[in-house]
């Protein structure tokens, strides 16, 4: 389904090239100010424009259509609507032909009975991550004062990413990066045992944004080579604060109070200026494709914005829960 | 909360030293065969024992109490239920005292204002995860024939885990390691797009397994570094059939027919035979804790049946859903 | 929350006064035939212009934003939008001081701490069953054939429906009365027991539908005033036709392949005519309040449509969840 | 599904004749007083035992297995299981050859292509109620200091229900009543606009409660037959309370600080003393059925402890999430 959360619940909906791209959020507590000004920042990190990012440039200007009044969340369902402009009226119907390899051309064609809007990639467009970062600023009012930050640390393998990008934006190639998320302060409390734990709703979340592989929290994947001993972060003080980080500020799938860290494994696009080699529905063959247009070389670079976003959306749920359920003490 | 599941939902209950663990599976299907012994082969590989395991061993039996008649399904909801038997009567007052690095000792105590039964980690405990393994029991069923099989593919680092198992007995340390699941043949469809995504669902299982740290699908974290021409796979016939499989068989969220591949990251058992230095709460003192008793030297052991448990459910709830909203195509 | 269904995901939004007011459908299946005409018939039974409702006439004209391509539902959510046109500018801060008994104003402002759109009654207002019209257009075609009918029965307590409304806009008073809905044929099989009984369903929806007060399933209330042999519906063939239909369809939560016969009712407008006394809560006392502008005299008769909306909502979430649990057998 | 509630989350389990019934309750606050002893009182409500009650007697005591350490929840699910004691072993086979009229036998074998636990009705025995009322008894302690109060006002057509009983026994009848519900003080804000409208959450749970065949809130089906300013309630004081409560204590489906009051009509037992003609199966003829043993000649007098519990849990659930979301004022 398109629907995530539990008390802040967030549906996503829209196609690339349909009319819109929204999001409605139900749940949303009555008096927070909001304007749509305050999209406006974190839309346009999301925004392409960059070195290594398409030119294709929307307006994207979000219309608060329902939720708001006088400035405010009225306690209704706020939507949030993105037209789209930009819409080249190209043909896409190669794509029915010779689905692109890495995008979800093909599964869709199969899952959908071949009903599914296919142009721009439809509704598994990265546009939809629009309504992720819309519910993403109204999510980290509610969770203030804890500040999240995700920041791209890695791209094609290498920490100085301007040279990555320059290298792929020559060679015409794509490439991928890592992105790291960090929230601070964290209360204590937040997440629940088991299915509700706070590794669990991020890492769902995660995986909702296209081009992610992986998640890893804390010393994640460096875990498995280390001894209890070395991983195990000591208690230091009353608060919860420990000597190291390696739990990346989660024990027993709830917030300790110490920061949140985690890490996300982005894909390079599947659009590259290389040509590949793949079926052909029409002729049954594998041919030679070039894909057309100006694609971004490494969409890890619009990622971060969407991560925070899905950070703070996860946090505000669980924060609402927590408040509810046990306790939540303040740092 | 305890729940996961849209069609198929499993809901695990208990504690580690109270009288019973168990689990409830509402919506399965009518008419599936079951018996208590259907449960013990996958039971038994979740079981402590082996070199590197905790002595602790409990007679485990699965007692069905609602749900089945005449050895098959009825429809209704399925309650499986274990008997805690092997729970020592010791004193674990010491956890209020001085809460284990690395475990949920600390925070379940924040969370629920001292409330939360903490003998043996209470609701946190890995007992809990007997549910999961009950529940995935029922899972491969409606699941088949999807065969689904995980392993431990690296214990500290090492691929030879047995002797990196005998390191750790030896020096009495706790090791972690890495699983890799993979399933197959997967039919065309599982997933939906964004949040009931294939990897989504997954990720969000793989973190109500305690101690584990990330989950990475298909190329993971290398994709990171790897060019897009590289990490796509092209199409190579008209069932979906790739050249590669660095997307780990998903797409879009979806199921895409080639082998679903994923690995999960799992640390050092926290309870370590190394003393450690950690906050006592009643001193207000970082104080030196030795843990007593005799514990898994590498959890990891253990955790391959949990995640072949939480992929089947995750599979059979999204193929139920699959079945209904759009086309899922047999392989 | 606005959000209702399993698998047939129904979200509301929009207030009277504001932008729009629109409905959200996720999980509808692909390849629907789907225009904006379809929504037309439906949308015209809700719309008042007949005697006995008010002269507020809006085009409602439903857009189709999302969900569909080349005329069809393509397996993404749904969304349809309705401009509010007719919103008249006049000054609604009566509302604030002195809240129209009946009304939801009170109780909004209260709930929503004086955040709520007070504007015609804001997220309140009957204009949201627009986005419940046009919901149960689509499910209809997933409930097709069975054929579900709702009319107006009684209205002021007469059966002469006529000659009730024509005395309530005499006396400019409003007056109430009861809506009958049947559904048929109906298959065997819809509905699940306890929580998501077919009735459980029903009158969950019918009480979102401002102004209903009651609602009983076949016999209903008489049933308490009967005998056991009196009220049992004897079968009387292999497919479950039964002599009578006192249980209005329905055993055990379950379609029984009966018709399914419910009743509502629906109270009075709010809003009449004549002067009511009640508080202004900026001069704290109990004051004369008149309602100005024109009003529905009969809400009721715009209500079948919105209950078999409903029905079609329930019978459609149902209906995907029967064919996935159970068996299904069509009549 | 068997489960019910978003924060507050109610599973029930079991079959009449199977080894247990009984209730998980996810979401519950950490420490609250519970002990066995508690549920005694509702239980003993329930049970059987008075003139027009079935004398099959079960001990019903509730064994809490999970949740509750030194007398208070923990915050982890609560799990109450009743084993079932008094189950003769006589032959129920009569019930698919010749299901009885009324009962939920033939829809249960239809749905659930024969796999069903048909012995005493299974899984849609009145007996899942005991998890009900189970849940209810944790629920009141969470709705405190709201004071839920439901009694039987009619049977059989009459008020002087002794009698009306008295005359039911004498004629080997079975009859059926109206249960009224009471709660009070209520405080303002519990529900949400539409589709989790204290009223839509009550109908839902009243419908999951067997024999239900009606509810109405306030004035209900009589509101039909009432003009508008007969039946709105003037308020007359700052904290909402009104002349009248025509409304039964809500308004736009929240509550607005007067008495909640709704009715809901019971059918009379299914099982009666009388010969009745119904299809038998294997003769494929209608043929006349006797239904032997002793059953409740008045199931309505058991029903009003397992209304008050619904209604319970219906409000703890809304009151968890009303606290979160808007706000809500204590009376």
Known sequence: MNSTGTLFRVTIFGESHGPVVGVNIDGCPAGIPLK???????LKRRQPGAAGTTP??????????????????????VTVIFENQNT??????????????????????????????????GH?????????????????????????????????????????????????????????CRASPMPVGIGEPFFDSLESRIAHLVFAIPATKGVEFGSGFSASKMTGSEHNDNILSIDGKTETNHAGGINGGISNGNDLVFRVAVKPTSSTGKTQNTLNLETGKVQELTIGGRHDKC??????????????IAIADLLLQAQQRGRVKKN
Request: include cysteine; proline fraction near 4%.
């Open 36 to 42: 749509e000004e305050d999209f406006l920042d974190d």
């Open 56 to 77: 294709r440039i929307e307006k994207d200007y979000p219309d608060i259509v329902t939720g708001c009044y006088n400035g405010k969340t009225t306690g209704a369902p």
């Open 88 to 121: 080249k009226s190209k043909d896409y119907d190669h794509l029915r032909k010779q689905p692109r390899p890495g995008h979800a051309d093909w599964v869709a064609m199969q899952k959908f009975g071949g009903h599914n809007d296919h142009r721009g990639g």
């Open 124 to 180: 598994f467009s990265g546009r939809l991550t629009l309504g992720l970062v819309a519910a993403g600023v109204i999510a980290k009012k509610i969770a203030e004062p804890i500040n999240i930050n995700a920041r791209l640390v890695e791209a094609g393998g290498q920490t100085d990413i301007d040279s990555a990008i320059d290298r792929a934006v020559k060679e015409d190639e794509s490439i991928g990066g890592i992105v790291e």
């Open 299 to 312: 969409i890890a670079l619009r990622v971060p914005v969407v991560v925070e976003s899905i950070t703070a």
